[in-house]
């Protein structure tokens, strides 16, 4: 349904649909890495083994429940899905 997290929007110029996106919630990750155990693309580690998600990346059309299931995976809720 239009307007729900995880799901695309229409919107723009030209009806075009918005992607989904994931952020992180700066100083929040702890390392657990249980996004990364969901989909390891996605949900990238940086070299210490926190979430290398950064504040604002795109969700590739089709994975955006893939996408709410790694937000949803982690236990301090270091991740969100943004309109």
């Known amino acids: 349904m239009e307007g729900e997290p995880g799901?695309?929007?229409?919107?723009?110029?030209?009806?075009?649909?918005?992607?989904?996106?994931?952020?992180?919630?700066?100083?929040?990750?702890?390392?657990?890495?249980q996004c990364y155990v969901v989909d390891p693309d996605l949900f990238p580690l940086d070299d210490d083994g926190y979430s290398g998600v950064?504040?604002?990346?795109?969700?590739?059309?089709?994975?955006?429940?893939?996408?709410?299931?790694?937000v949803s995976a982690c236990p301090v809720r270091a991740l969100q899905v943004l309109p």
């Open 7 to 33: 799901v695309p929007v229409a919107g723009g110029a030209a009806g075009e649909v918005l992607a989904v996106r994931v952020g992180l919630v700066p100083g929040v990750c702890e390392g657990h890495a």
């Open 54 to 70: 950064g504040p604002d990346r795109p969700v590739p059309p089709g994975e955006e429940a893939t996408a709410e299931l790694g």
